[in-house]
């Protein structure tokens, strides 16, 4: 089999592996607030104190909540616990629509009312030929 | 073990592989692209920009492969002492780099349609641009190190700090908030995409395979014809 040296070489590596996962995996987990992309509008529930700080807010465009005036745009933010209306004027890309996946980068108001100053879409994982959804919504 | 891995012997068949390799990543990838730009259908949501996914995830997919790989090479090399191992991790480096740039600059390119912007600070993509920046040093310190003593233990000491990085890249969409969307391919269970997109995937998937270890093929060639014009019988 192997010689002496070989073995110890293999353990040393994966002491190195071991030590150097262990050390990341702490590392990711204490700056998981700074890691997460978005926070969800049960995360702001329970947020400590409000911070004029720019933040952002995801989760799905909730059904006919969206609601257009000649500058501004009305839409509230829901992840089917909590929800935040959130107000901003600008464009929004093409695939924003109600019941979708969106965040929204901006300013907290207040625990229910977020001031966005800019609106990403969130692609879903859901991949399919038009004629496949429809057969599907018929369903 | 490792009696067979003499330069000459695997010269000879090496040096063969490309020729056979090359019609066949042809027609691989023309079926691919055919079938990827013409035949698969638009999506229902983001219509024509779903095709930038048939470029996008198999590179992805291979840049992670060949990270894997490089380090698991690497790593042996060390253990077992044979530098065959590391002259197979520096030849498969490049292809690595050049699909993990390809997998950010598609996904910028479908980002910008789709979220409405061309880069994002969220884990998966900032997780990617790092996979980069090891891909860069591996192949740097290739370059600066003469010894090659050296190399081998500063490029095995990069890829154990960059395999690291790898399951991050896989798990940071289920692990924290991303706007990076989940994988759509489960092996466990039912995959979310619908197989008349899931076969384009496959075929783009096996052509660019196929386009590394051509090139791989290539560049270990080239390294073999060195350490022969070196007058060395072996590694």
Same mark, same amino acid.
């Given at each position: 089999?192997?010689?002496?040296?070989? +073995?110890?070489?293999?353990?040393?590596?994966?002491?190195?592996?071991?030590?150097?996962?262990?050390?990341?995996?702490?590392?990711?987990?204490?700056?998981?607030? #700074?890691?997460?992309?978005?926070?969800?509008?049960?995360?702001?529930?329970?947020?400590?104190?409000?911070?004029?700080?720019?933040?952002?807010?995801? =989760?799905?465009?909730?059904?006919?909540?969206?609601?257009?005036?000649? #500058?501004?745009?009305?839409?509230?933010?829901?992840?089917?616990?909590?929800?935040?209306?959130?107000?901003?004027?600008?464009?929004?890309?093409?695939?924003?629509?109600?019941?979708?996946?969106?965040?929204?980068? =901006?300013?907290?108001?207040?625990?229910?009312?977020?001031?966005?100053? +800019?609106?990403?879409?969130?692609?879903?994982?859901?991949?399919?030929?038009?004629?496949?959804?429809?057969?599907?919504?018929?369903? | 073990?490792?009696?067979?891995?003499?330069?000459? *012997?695997?010269?000879?068949?090496?040096?063969?592989?490309?020729? %056979? !390799?090359?019609?066949?990543? $042809?027609?691989?990838?023309?079926?691919?692209?055919?079938?990827?730009?013409?035949?698969?259908?638009?999506?229902?949501?983001?219509?024509?920009?779903? *095709?930038?996914?048939?470029?996008?995830?198999?590179?992805?997919?291979?840049?992670?492969?060949?990270?894997?790989? !490089?380090?698991?090479?690497?790593?042996?090399?060390?253990?077992?002492?044979?530098?065959?191992?590391?002259?197979?991790?520096?030849?498969? &480096?490049?292809?690595?780099?050049?699909?993990?740039?390809?997998?950010?600059?598609?996904?910028?390119?479908?980002?910008?349609?789709?979220?409405?912007?061309?880069?994002?600070?969220?884990? *998966?993509?900032?997780?990617?641009? !790092?996979?980069?920046?090891?891909?860069?040093?591996?192949?740097? &310190?290739? *370059?600066?190190?003469?010894?090659?003593?050296?190399?081998?233990?500063?490029?095995?000491?990069?890829?154990?700090?960059?395999?690291?990085?790898?399951?991050?890249?896989?798990?940071?969409?289920?692990?924290?908030?991303?706007?990076?969307?989940?994988?759509?391919?489960? !092996?466990?269970?039912?995959?979310?995409?619908?197989?008349?997109?899931?076969?384009?995937?496959? $075929?783009?998937? &096996?052509?660019? &395979?196929?386009?590394?270890?051509?090139?791989?093929?290539?560049? %270990?060639?080239?390294?073999?014809?060195?350490?022969?014009?070196?007058?060395?019988?072996?590694?």
């Amino acid at each position: 089999m192997y010689g002496r040296k070989v +073995k110890f070489r293999f353990f040393f590596v994966i002491l190195v592996l071991l030590t150097l996962i262990l050390s990341v995996f702490l590392v990711l987990k204490a700056l998981e607030e #700074n890691v997460v992309f978005f926070k969800s509008p049960s995360d702001v529930k329970f947020l400590g104190e409000l911070k004029n700080k720019k933040i952002r807010i995801g =989760g799905m465009v909730k059904q006919d909540s969206i609601e257009m005036s000649a #500058n501004e745009l009305n839409f509230i933010i829901t992840d089917f616990k909590n929800e935040i209306n959130v107000s901003y004027s600008g464009v929004v890309p093409n695939l924003f629509s109600e019941g979708k996946g969106v965040v929204a980068e =901006g300013y907290l108001k207040d625990r229910s009312f977020f001031q966005a100053s +800019k609106i990403l879409a969130k692609h879903d994982e859901n991949y399919m030929p038009p004629e496949v959804k429809a057969a599907l919504e018929e369903n | 073990m490792f009696k067979f891995l003499n330069p000459s *012997r695997i010269y000879l068949i090496t040096s063969k592989a490309p020729k %056979y !390799i090359m019609p066949l990543f $042809i027609v691989v990838f023309s079926i691919g692209l055919v079938e990827a730009l013409i035949l698969s259908p638009e999506d229902y949501k983001q219509s024509h920009s779903v *095709r930038i996914m048939y470029v996008h995830v198999p590179a992805a997919w291979i840049t992670l492969g060949i990270f894997s790989s !490089i380090t698991i090479l690497s790593l042996s090399g060390y253990i077992f002492k044979n530098k065959n191992f590391f002259i197979i991790a520096k030849s498969l &480096a490049p292809s690595g780099l050049v699909f993990n740039i390809i997998a950010l600059v598609t996904g910028s390119i479908w980002g910008k349609p789709t979220w409405g912007t061309w880069w994002a600070w969220d884990a *998966r993509i900032t997780s990617m641009l !790092i996979l980069v920046l090891f891909y860069l040093m591996f192949l740097l &310190a290739w *370059r600066i190190y003469e010894d090659k003593e050296e190399v081998f233990k500063i490029t095995t000491i990069i890829t154990i700090f960059g395999i690291i990085n790898v399951p991050i890249i896989k798990y940071s969409v289920d692990w924290w908030n991303t706007l990076h969307q989940p994988a759509s391919i489960n !092996i466990l269970s039912k995959s979310s995409i619908h197989s008349s997109m899931l076969l384009p995937l496959i $075929i783009m998937t &096996a052509a660019f &395979a196929l386009f590394s270890l051509l090139i791989f093929l290539m560049k %270990y060639n080239t390294e073999l014809i060195k350490i022969k014009n070196k007058g060395l019988d072996r590694l």
